[in-house]
């Protein structure tokens, strides 16, 4: 039996075109603003790591937890230099997997534009508790870590649930069932990527941002031994399956299989 497209329901149709909107608009100032900020070329090599990584993670020794290093890298873009390129990464990777895949148009946006949606609320926390903590002051250490923790868990939140509600309306099934199901687990994989951007957002502080570059290919030598070296390995769940598959990978992509799959 196929996969029912979202034409033939309503629901689902007009909370697409709600999200795709709102992500396109949270992207569209992203675009305006983005020229703007300052140390182009640094911002800018962070941002082409994270699109990427996207498709790499890192075990946590000792847990069923892989850290999302696009997710990493992003954090760290945010707490350095603002919102706005972040914004732009997240959509372009979106895109970039979605175009690749050949999707129609509309899930093209979507892919785009749900991501987009949930960095731009998750960066808007990462500078509320900012400016709360330390004003326009440096950010240090000690305010950094409830700044980035903030807007990791608010960027897990909205964009899980967004896409929870989607896949519960082509469903047929509650979007919170769809989220404890797939997405609950995955917080932890997200607590684990923003411990990461902590260590990243050090190296760039204390040795420079193309130190953290330089360091970039040795993480992707160590990525197939930890892959293979690990108990299965992150899959995607059953709901990435679905017309919106392409967005629900960025979060199953740290997910693993009940069972252990042979490598």
Same mark, same amino acid.
């Given at each position: 039996?196929?996969?029912?497209?979202?034409?033939?329901?309503?629901?689902?149709?007009?909370?697409?075109?709600?999200?795709?909107?709102?992500?396109?608009?949270?992207?569209?100032?992203?675009?305006?603003?983005?020229?703007?900020?300052?140390?182009?070329?640094?911002?800018?090599?962070?941002?082409?790591?994270?699109?990427?990584?996207?498709?790499?993670?890192?075990?946590?020794?000792?847990?069923?937890?892989?850290?999302?290093?696009?997710?990493?890298?992003?954090?760290?873009?945010?707490?350095?230099?603002? %919102?706005?390129? *972040?914004?732009?990464?997240? /959509?372009?990777?979106?895109? =970039? &997997?979605?175009? #690749?895949?050949?999707? $129609? @148009?509309?899930?093209?946006?979507?892919?785009?534009?749900? %991501?987009?949606? *949930?960095?731009?609320?998750? /960066?808007?926390?990462?500078? =509320? &508790?900012?400016? #709360?903590?330390?004003? $326009? @002051?440096?950010?240090?250490?000690?305010?950094?870590?409830?700044?980035?923790? *903030?807007?990791?868990?608010?960027?897990?939140?909205?964009?899980?649930?967004?896409?929870?509600?989607?896949?519960?309306?082509?469903?047929?099934?509650?979007?919170?069932?769809?989220?404890?199901?797939?997405?609950?687990?995955?917080?932890?994989?997200?607590?684990?990527?923003?411990?990461?951007?902590?260590?990243?957002?050090?190296?760039?502080?204390?040795?420079?941002?193309?130190?953290?570059?330089?360091?970039?290919?040795?993480?992707?030598?160590?990525?197939?031994?930890?892959?293979?070296?690990?108990?299965?390995?992150?899959?995607?769940?059953?709901?990435?399956?679905?017309?919106?598959?392409?967005?629900?990978?960025?979060?199953?992509?740290?997910?693993?299989?009940?069972?252990?799959?042979?490598?």
């Amino acid at each position: 039996m196929g996969t029912p497209t979202h034409s033939h329901n309503r629901p689902l149709a007009r909370f697409v075109a709600l999200v795709t909107a709102a992500g396109l608009l949270a992207l569209g100032q992203a675009l305006v603003q983005v020229p703007a900020v300052p140390q182009p070329w640094e911002w800018l090599a962070l941002a082409v790591l994270a699109v990427a990584c996207a498709p790499f993670s890192l075990r946590v020794p000792g847990a069923p937890v892989h850290a999302s290093l696009s997710d990493t890298f992003l954090f760290t873009i945010v707490a350095l230099y603002g %919102p706005e390129p *972040a914004i732009v990464a997240i /959509a372009a990777d979106g895109f =970039l &997997v979605s175009w #690749r895949r050949g999707h $129609p @148009a509309d899930r093209i946006l979507f892919n785009a534009a749900n %991501p987009a949606l *949930a960095m731009w609320v998750g /960066a808007q926390t990462f500078v =509320l &508790v900012r400016d #709360r903590l330390v004003g $326009p @002051a440096l950010l240090g250490v000690d305010t950094a870590v409830p700044a980035i923790f *903030a807007m990791a868990g608010v960027h897990f939140l909205v964009s899980s649930s967004l896409i929870a509600v989607a896949t519960g309306l082509d469903k047929g099934r509650r979007p919170f069932d769809v989220w404890r199901h797939h997405f609950l687990v995955l917080s932890l994989s997200h607590a684990a990527s923003a411990s990461a951007a902590l260590f990243v957002l050090l190296l760039a502080r204390g040795a420079g941002v193309f130190a953290v570059v330089a360091v970039a290919p040795v993480v992707g030598m160590i990525y197939p031994v930890s892959r293979h070296g690990s108990v299965g390995s992150p899959t995607r769940s059953s709901t990435a399956r679905s017309w919106i598959g392409c967005t629900c990978q960025r979060f199953a992509r740290s997910r693993q299989r009940s069972k252990p799959r042979t490598v």
